[in-house]
């Protein structure tokens, strides 16, 4: 392959950035969600009713 | 009028107001805005001793090469198909530079009217095709790269999937 | 309606009585306000965009990388187009949803659309990084410079920059609302640079060539090229999506535990009930 280190910091910098953006949002996903399990379990009566 | 639909006429009017504000404002820069200046315009309004960008097509045929002292001396003439400037350049050329393709070169005429560029960069075109297509067009006399750019896709599209299976790739 | 109040408790500037009757009216844009029928819905839709980003970006790049032939004058280096290009693209059609979010969020003020534009400010920034970096990685081989400051390339950075403001201003405020309102006008008079960027290569002179693909001419590339390229660029779209849509779902499972916290904070300090 010709020009192969332009390509592989191209392509790798892309999978990085993806790999990297998708990792933080199912982290910050699944933190939000069972923090908000644990607040609406603790106190249900306060407004954990689901509408 | 509901509070709703006066934010919208608002936010209509504005963007129109910006709108033609921007437009305004690009169309009286646009001379400044343009990355490179042809050969026709540089010839007829020449800014002697100015450092200005001058693009075109480099001509067929007019492309020297020389070594001076180490380094690579190139010379080539530039077109827009009008007029042609003469270029010289001391230094490595783009990997993408050929006869028949689009330049630009970073550098200011000379009184004696050649162009001495300190930067050429290669400016290629929109058009991509495999190597065995430019070839087999090449060969059937349909286009020669170095005299411009190449024909549409559509012409050798069909061409281009016949020579990818029978090379099997 | 407890569920629209839940976002309105956050919001108290931008909630006045009459937008409050019109909004039961308004039946089918608000009826995603309602953070519970949205959160549903996202959690239905977010198992197939992940799927369809991982398979079309996969298939597309793997094509592109392996298959797909080489340029007849660029050698390999014609490979870069299949993340350059979707990524290009994405910034643009990223750029014009915070634009209609911001249409949302100024003139319907719904509260969606606030969480929405702030979630994809940063998704957008990192495409058009992206964009910009693939297309320096290309130009220095090709063109033989890493940046030129020509139409397209400028107006490029301008977006990226745009991009980081908006996220900067959003956090600029004590008040979100108003962080919110600052950075849907900004997003709004930036949406000027998109048919720039659009337009650059045809109205001025540049170093970056014209559209290959174009809404009113045929394609000037070889269908063996065209055809990763527009999976890549299919993949790239629902990986973006992906992504907006975790994060907008982590937004308002945020945004309602605040809420949550909040009452229950005045509840223990012994506010009335």
Known sequence: MTHLPYIAGAYGLTLGLAAWLSMAAMLRLSRARSRLRAVEQRGGRMGGRRP | MTRKSRRLWLLVACGIGLGSASALALDAFSANIVFFVAPSQL????????TVRLGGMVVAGSLHEAHRSGEPVAQFQVTDGQKAVQVRYAGILPDLFREGQSVVALGELASDGTFAASEVLAKHDETYMPKEVAEALRKSGKWNPKFGPAPSAASWNRMSVKTDTTRGS | MDAIRTLDATDPAGSSGPDRSQRRRVGLLHRFANPGRFLRLAARLQPWTNALALVLTGWGLIWGLFFAPADWQQGDAVRIMYVHVPAAWLASAGY????????????WRHPLA????????????????????????????????WWVWDARLTSVLVLFFLYVGHIALLRAFDEPQRGYRAGAILALVGAIDLPII?????????????????????????????????ISALGF??????????????????????????????AAAGAPS
Not at chain 3, 96 to 107: E, G, I, K, P, T
Not at chain 3, 132 to 143: E, H, I, N, R, T
Not at chain 3, 216 to 230: I, K
Request: net charge positive.
């Open chain 2, 43 to 50: 010839l007829a309004t020449p800014a002697n001793g100015r």
């Open chain 3, 96 to 107: 014009v949803a915070l634009a209609v979010c911001s249409v949302l969020s100024l003139v």
């Open chain 3, 114 to 145: 606030d969480l929405a534009a702030a979630e994809i400010g940063p998704v957008g920034a990192a495409v058009t990084a992206v964009c910009l970096a693939s297309g320096s990685l290309w130009g220095k081989p090709m063109w033989g410079a």
């Open chain 3, 198 to 230: 659009k337009f650059s290569v045809q109205w001025w002179n540049t170093l970056h060539q014209p559209d290959s693909i174009t809404l009113t001419g045929a394609p000037t590339m070889s269908t063996s090229m065209l055809w990763p390229l527009l």
């Open chain 3, 237 to 266: 779209s629902f990986g973006f999506a992906a992504i907006v849509l975790a994060r907008l779902r982590a937004a308002v499972m945020e945004q309602r535990l605040r809420v949550l916290l909040l009452s229950r904070g005045n």
